[in-house]
């Protein structure tokens, strides 16, 4: 399958479950922080995005929490589909007024 | 309607060749970005540009040379390749200067491998 030999963090649900995501940035300097969905093949898709005068923002199906005193980022995606399955970025905009991106974790969907 | 295209889509060379990857975006964006994914999924800036100008050059090989003829146009040349070129690039773009980069929009990528 696509995991072999990736060594990504990997996250394996059953359909219709919670899924939470967790990220860890490094620049306490950032301002602005967005997850990414890459199904394979394809580029990164835009999913949520946060500003760091905020701790929670909610999407359709998807919550972004920030945690500014740790530098954690987490993505919850309610009522996991097979759609879903995909590996998730999180990006930073910091001091470098460039958008870095984090390692990624592959989420695998079972049904 | 495609947003961000880039071509090709696959690319197979020999070391020591040189390439080129062109990108479009009819967004309407004014900054446009090159990652590089590696095989362990890794993305990685390369370049951005604004308007034409280069803002962001992260310390890569001097063979690669990116150009701008428009704001709707980064292309990319690559010199001398290497086995370690070996990856998929991205293009992408945004609204607004990469101090306020907001969201970024990608193309599918091109799969770079080189023999």
């Known amino acids: 399958g696509e995991s072999v030999g990736l060594h990504l963090p990997t996250l394996s649900v059953q359909e219709g479950d919670n899924s939470i995501i967790n990220c860890a940035y490094s620049?306490?300097?950032?301002?602005?922080f967005i997850w990414y969905k890459q199904e394979s093949g394809k580029g990164p898709q835009f999913i949520i995005d946060?500003?760091?005068?905020?701790d929670k923002r909610q999407g359709q199906r998807v919550t972004v929490l920030l945690n500014k005193t740790v530098k954690h980022l987490s993505l919850q995606i309610a009522a996991t589909q097979p759609g879903d399955s995909a590996v998730y970025f999180c990006?930073?905009?910091?001091?470098?007024?460039?958008?870095?991106f984090g390692k990624g974790t592959l989420l695998t969907v079972n049904p | 309607d495609t947003a961000v295209s880039q071509t090709p889509k696959y690319l197979v060379t020999q070391m020591g060749n040189d390439k080129s990857i062109k990108c479009e975006q009819n967004l309407g964006h004014d900054t446009m970005y090159w990652y590089k994914q590696d095989s362990k999924k890794f993305l990685k800036i390369m370049f951005s540009y604004n308007n034409k100008e280069l803002i962001i050059n992260e310390t890569v090989p001097n063979r690669f040379s990116p150009k701008s003829p428009d704001k709707a146009h980064l292309n990319l040349h690559i010199n001398s390749l290497e086995l370690g070129d070996s990856a998929v690039y991205f293009c992408?773009?945004?609204?607004?200067?990469?101090?306020?980069?907001?969201?970024?929009?990608f193309g599918e990528g091109s799969r770079l491998t080189v023999l």
């Open positions: 990006a930073e905009n910091g001091s470098n007024y460039k958008l870095t």
């Open positions: 946060i500003r760091s005068n905020m």
């Open positions: 992408a773009s945004s609204y607004g200067t990469p101090g306020n980069t907001g969201e970024l929009f």
């Open positions: 620049n306490s300097a950032s301002d602005y």
